[in-house]
């Protein structure tokens, strides 16, 4: 799992605090910081290749793709790809991504699943 930060809004000027990153307390999360939005910019080509288009009034500051959750296969090769799932702001991108998630490792949607419960 990766989460990038990027500079954003005024008060991101410099990198994540540590009190920023425990916002993700996740060890399997490799927090990155990418202050010239390569990850943005590389995100955006793939899903423009692949048709693939967010709301409008959805995650874009500045020229920027930020707030966006993500899903990508295991050993995906990033050059040559785009998401499964895509969808933002990532605080309202829990369902459709726990759903892709379920798609993906191909587990039913059921009350007992401790792996995103159904809403």
């Known amino acids: 799992m990766l989460a990038v930060w990027e500079p954003i809004l005024p008060t991101d000027w410099q990198r994540p605090t540590s009190l920023v990153l425990s916002r993700i ?4 999360v490799a927090q990155y910081w ?3 939005h390569l990850v943005s910019a590389d995100l ?3 899903l423009s290749r692949s048709g693939i288009a967010l709301n409008p009034h ?3 500051q500045g020229g ?6 993500g ?5 995906i090769k990033w050059a040559n790809s785009h998401p499964l799932f895509i969808g933002g702001p990532v ?3 829990e369902a459709g991504l726990c759903g892709a998630l379920r798609n993906l490792l191909q ?11 159904p809403q």
Do not use: G, H, M, T
């Open 25 to 28: 307390p996740d060890a399997r």
């Open 34 to 36: 990418d202050k010239e």
């Open 44 to 46: 955006e080509q793939q």
């Open 58 to 60: 959805c995650c874009e």
């Open 64 to 69: 920027f793709l930020w707030d966006v959750a």
């Open 71 to 75: 899903l990508y296969p295991a050993q």
């Open 91 to 93: 605080v309202n991108a």
């Open 107 to 117: 587990i039913p949607a059921i009350a007992s699943n401790p792996l995103c419960k």
